[in-house]
Structure formats: C-alpha cells, structure tokens
C-alpha cells in the first residue's frame, strides 16, 4: 500500500475511533461520521466487507426484474451487477446519508435504469412490489431493524428474494445447525462495531430464517485490515417470498 493510501485511510480510521456521534436523528448522525470519510469509504470498505459480489451473483432476478437495495450507500453494488444490471427494468438504491448518496451519484447517472432514493428504509415503498430487496452490511445499522426487515418483506412480490449480507455474532446457545461462536468473540465484536453506530445481533439471522424458511445461509469469517490475525464473523442470506 502506498504512503498516499495509508494517509487517506489514516483519516477513515480516525473517524472509526472517534465512533459515531449519540446524539441527533438518525440521518444527522450518519451525515456526521461518514462525509469526512466519504471519498475514502469504497476503497477502505473494500477490505473490511466481504461476501457482497457472491451475494448479488446468488440473486436470482428476472430479466427485466426490478431490485431495491436498501442502504445502498456509496453505490459501489452497483458496478458489483456488471452487466446484468442493464438486463433489470429498475435498480432503486435507497439510503439516509447525503454524503454517500453524493458518492453515488456518479455511478448511478451512467445507467438510466437507477435511481437514488434519500429515505429512511423501515418507511420507504416502491410504487409497485418488487422481485429483489438487498441489504449489503445495513440491517445492523438501523435501529428498528425488525421494521426494516418487515418493510422489505412488504414490498416483495410472492416468490421475490431477499437477500443480506451483513456481519453477526451468534447466540450464547444458538440453534442446532447455526455457528457458535467463542464467548470472547460475541463480546468483542459487538463491542468493536458498536462504536461506530454498527449493531451486530445474533436476532438478526433468526429472524431471518424465521420470516423465509425457503433459503440459503452461509455463516462465515473474514479478515479485518489493520488487524492482523482477527477474523469478524459475517453471514449470506437469501430467502424466498411464500406465494
């Protein structure tokens, strides 16, 4: 790595540690911890959140489907599609940070079947139901999580996916065929992510599993730059709509 990235990342970090602010609504909290490390925020994430090109390859979307990625952020998923993005008929990016969606921007004027969307997920619906909604390392940073989950469940159509992938830690005694982490690691983790307004539950891929009995989940680890030797646990999930 170059002295100039170590540099540009030395300014994310810093942000990481100052944590994100207790204090405002969600959206002015959000805004304060990620503008000054919003240009930097792709290349550094790139590192830390892993599984998200294998989740958009395992979504199963029509031709001419439609897809809502809720916190969508900076964008970044939408170069992940390549060239299956211009087989959608709509790629609606929703998210509550205006200095990620700026970063969108750019991405999303190249192709004009997206569009950006500034708004709250637990409140957002699309016009019409949807065949896909995703979330990629989101669901732990909303608070009311289970009304985000619940609202994209709403706006599929029967027999639509949904898909997430986001970090976790499990349950002191999780269910049979679930990973158990070791207890230093469940409080580690939470600990380490929760400073930076990021929730890590094990509730989260329960529930899931819980609302989609038809699905797929892979429960993994992956490195953590600047932190030789560590490995956070994080999850791929997708499920299918009842009809």
Request: proline share 7%; aromatic share 10%; charged share 25%.
């Amino acid at each position: 790595m170059s002295p100039r990235d170590l540099l540009a990342d030395s300014r994310v970090l810093w942000q990481m540690l100052r944590g994100q602010p207790r204090v405002g609504s969600a959206a002015e909290r959000l805004q304060a911890f990620y503008a000054p490390q919003a240009s930097r925020y792709d290349a550094f994430r790139e590192r830390l959140l892993h599984g998200r090109s294998e989740l958009i390859e395992r979504l199963a979307i029509p031709a001419g489907g439609t897809v809502v990625e809720l916190g969508g952020g900076t964008g970044s998923n939408i170069d992940r599609f390549g060239t299956g993005l211009e087989r959608l008929q709509r790629y609606t990016l929703v998210d509550l940070c205006p200095a990620l969606l700026a970063q969108a921007h750019p991405r999303a004027k190249r192709h004009g079947n997206v569009e950006l969307v500034e708004a709250d997920v637990t409140r957002f619906r699309p016009q019409e139901p949807v065949d896909c909604v995703f979330f990629s390392y989101a669901l732990t940073m909303v608070e009311d999580w289970r009304a985000a989950l619940a609202n994209a469940l709403l706006m599929l159509k029967p027999g639509g996916m949904l898909g997430v992938v986001d970090f976790y830690v499990s349950a002191a005694r999780p269910r049979p065929g679930f990973v158990r982490h070791a207890a230093w690691e469940r409080w580690f983790w939470r600990r380490w992510f929760a400073h930076d307004g990021v929730m890590l539950a094990p509730q989260h891929l329960e529930a899931l599993t819980d609302a989609m009995p038809e699905s797929i989940r892979l429960e993994r680890e992956g490195a953590m730059p600047y932190l030789p030797g560590m490995s956070v646990p994080y999850y791929l999930f997708i499920g299918r709509k009842s009809c």
